[in-house]
């Protein structure tokens, strides 16, 4: 009997140093569990934030460079006058695009261009200078923008062979996203009257 009640006190201190030690391991963890879940809710805040903020950033910077791509468009026209380059122009537009000329000459699809343009190099000459001013930019829809600005050519061999100064040119077109690129949809330009100095120095 008294065997017995040894082997009672042994197992029950046993129990109770064990359930002391679990209790005691349970306190040590709890702080730690508490460390990592905090962590873990901390990293994902930041993560969360990281792509708000990249997003922000994303948002701010696509309409600025739509809106110079598109102006790129008027830039590079000009640019390719002076080169005498006729097929850079047309691949400015979209395959089917239309252009109605200063004159009043329609032209539709990029072949069609190409023959005008080609024709128009003989009025430019060492001297010549085109550039493009006052753009005003509209996006109507986030694809397809609507573009007015003025075009001013300087120093182009007339008809009868005379240098003409300055010639304003009027110049309107819708331009639309195909893929990664914009390209002009359809294209106007109607000559101005010509301004006073200060008008054309406008940006």
């Known amino acids: 009997m008294k065997t017995m009640g040894k082997e009672m006190k042994i197992s029950q201190t046993y129990r109770t140093a064990s ?3 679990h209790t ?11 460390l990592r879940a905090l962590m873990h809710r901390l990293g994902l805040a930041f993560i969360v934030s990281a792509l708000v903020i990249g997003a922000t950033g994303s948002a701010s910077a696509g309409p600025a460079q739509d809106e110079a791509s598109v102006r790129a ?11 005498k380059n006729s097929e850079l122009r047309a691949s400015l537009f979209a395959e089917n695009g239309t252009f109605v000329t200063p004159v009043g000459d329609f032209l539709q699809g990029r072949v069609a261009m190409v023959k005008d343009f080609g024709s128009e190099a003989q009025a430019v000459n060492g001297t010549t200078q085109a550039s493009f001013s006052n753009y ?5 829809k986030p694809d397809v923008a609507f573009v007015d600005a003025l075009l001013t050519i300087h120093n182009v061999n007339g008809p009868d062979g005379t240098i003409i100064p300055v010639i304003p040119v009027n110049f309107f077109y819708v331009a639309a996203r195909h893929g990664d690129r914009w390209l002009i949809e359809d294209g106007r330009a109607h000559f101005a009257p010509a301004p006073a100095n200060s008008m054309t120095s406008r940006n």
């Open 19 to 21: 359930m002391a030690t």
């Open 73 to 83: 468009l008027g830039d590079t026209f000009a640019k390719a006058f002076i080169e």
């Open 136 to 140: 005003r930019v509209r996006f109507i």
């Open 24 to 34: 005691i391991d349970s306190a040590r963890q709890k702080p730690k569990s508490t």
